[in-house]
């Protein structure tokens, strides 16, 4: 779940850690895929085969810090939220990013906007 990927990566940039092992699932990876378009991590790559699939992902750093600086989790088990794309805003007035499962597949609140397209909101990272 993609809960469990984020705060794993959070911990392991605490930690200072230079790459990060995950189990390897669909949805992890397109996550994975958008946080390292937007900068937010370094690369990521699959490794393996099925059964034994993980993820790695290279973490980045902006001189001493992170490149993630924070997060807030939108949707949690116990209650999904759901947005129209009319009411998509921008994350931290533009330095962060939503994260929102569509119909389209998984995509940035920005996307979601141009396509015209709402769905669940996942996360929030900055």
Not at 2 to 23: G, M
Not at 34 to 55: D, H, Q, Y
Not at 93 to 122: D, E, H, N, W, Y
């Amino acid at each position: 779940m993609y809960i469990d990927l984020l705060t794993k990566l959070k911990n392991a940039q605490k930690a200072k850690k230079q790459s990060v092992k995950l189990p390897y699932s669909n949805m992890d990876f397109e996550i994975a895929e958008l946080l390292s378009a937007r900068g937010f991590v370094a690369g990521v790559a699959k490794k393996g085969r099925t059964p034994k699939r993980v993820l790695e992902v290279d973490l980045k750093y902006d001189s001493e810090k992170g490149a993630i600086g924070g997060m807030k989790f939108l949707s949690l088990p116990s209650r999904r939220l759901y947005s129209g794309y009319a009411d998509l805003r921008p994350v931290k007035q533009g330095f962060g990013m939503s994260v929102i499962s569509t119909p389209k597949g998984i995509m940035t609140g920005s996307q979601a906007r141009k396509q015209k397209v709402g769905g669940q909101l996942l996360f929030e990272i900055w």
